[in-house]
């Protein structure tokens, strides 16, 4: 099986397959640095003047390197098909054989990072919500006790779950905090770098 890849990732990765086989093996380095550490811009800059061209070049190929190796644990590639997909795309022979080595070398790695991300939670589907008020009992003529009953709809592998929850307000106002909170985490510069590593 060869790797079929996107216009945008092909050429991105098109720019390494002109590189000398010391040049690739500098950027297998920063793929591997990039994988731990996230974008090196300061290299990138370096082997930007280097090479006399753009520094998003060099980020750009630097993703492209990964995604190819992402992609390419993805569909379980075997060494033959790995190297039969990196000469299709134009690597020459000694390139051929730098990228299979760090294919062989992160194979085991990325596919267990990548069936770690693959476990399904349940997604949300729909909300439901009432308010309830209790304004008096038999020993308390004079009270207000509000309720919020939620019901929480969730999907996992097609089958709809019904999660049952109820709070006071001050308890729901906490918990749309710590959402909130939760989502901005989500937007910070390490979330986003795993989840481009990831795709």
């Not at 590189?19 to 297998?28: E, G, I, K």
């Not at 998003?56 to 492209?64: F, T």
């Not at 194979?107 to 919500?129: C, M, N, R, V």
């Amino acid at each position: 099986m060869l790797l079929t890849l996107r216009p945008d990732h092909k050429k991105h990765v098109l720019f390494l397959t002109k590189q000398t086989p010391q040049v690739l093996q500098d950027f297998c380095k920063l793929g591997l640095d990039y994988l731990q550490k996230g974008h090196n811009m300061k290299l990138y800059h370096a082997a930007a003047q280097k090479l006399e061209v753009e520094t998003d070049v060099i980020k750009n190929s630097v993703e492209g390197l990964i995604n190819l190796l992402l992609e390419s644990c993805k569909y379980k590639l075997s060494n033959e098909d790995f190297r039969d997909s990196i000469i299709a795309l134009g690597f020459s022979q000694d390139n051929e054989v730098i990228l299979s080595k760090l294919y062989n070398a992160k194979k085991k790695e990325i596919s267990s990072i990548l069936s770690a991300i693959g476990f399904k939670i349940p997604e949300y589907h729909d909300i439901e919500w009432r308010f309830e008020v209790q304004t008096a009992s038999r020993s308390l003529l004079k009270q207000v006790i509000p309720l919020i009953t939620l019901d929480f709809s969730l999907k996992n592998n097609g089958i709809i779950d019904h999660v049952l929850l109820q709070t006071d307000p001050l308890n729901l106002l906490h918990m749309a905090q710590e959402l909130e909170e939760a989502l901005q985490e989500g937007y910070s510069q390490h979330t986003r770098q795993i989840s481009r590593a990831a795709k």
